[in-house]
């Protein structure tokens, strides 16, 4: 999967709690196998028996990512200084599913 397009959502530089909210689209349907290898790399509670199945997770104190299944769009939260090692990692985990 690649990352299409990133859309800034939420800017929070004036906020008590800076964090940047991101909205990006994938080239392709977020499948369950990139969900389970997300289990692997990040704390992820992942809701498979919903109507729309959801995940959501954080990595470290990095960065958070949530989504649903089959949607081509997926959420990034991150603090604006970690925006870069944040997308570095996500396009890193991307590219290995």
Do not use: R
């Not at 940047?20 to 289990?39: A, M, N, R």
């Not at 729309?52 to 081509?72: M, Q, V």
């Amino acid at each position: 999967m690649k990352i299409l397009e990133t859309l800034l959502v939420k800017n929070c530089q004036t906020c008590d709690d800076p964090l940047d909210t991101y909205e990006i689209l994938l080239d392709s349907p977020v499948p369950q196998q990139f969900i389970f290898f997300l289990q692997k790399k990040m704390i992820l509670k992942y809701f498979p028996s919903l109507l729309k199945p959801f995940f959501h997770g954080t990595y470290e104190s990095c960065f958070a990512l949530k989504g649903i299944e089959g949607n081509c769009v997926i959420t990034l939260e991150c603090q604006i200084e970690n925006k870069e090692k944040s997308f570095q990692i996500l396009e890193k985990w991307l590219n290995e599913v």
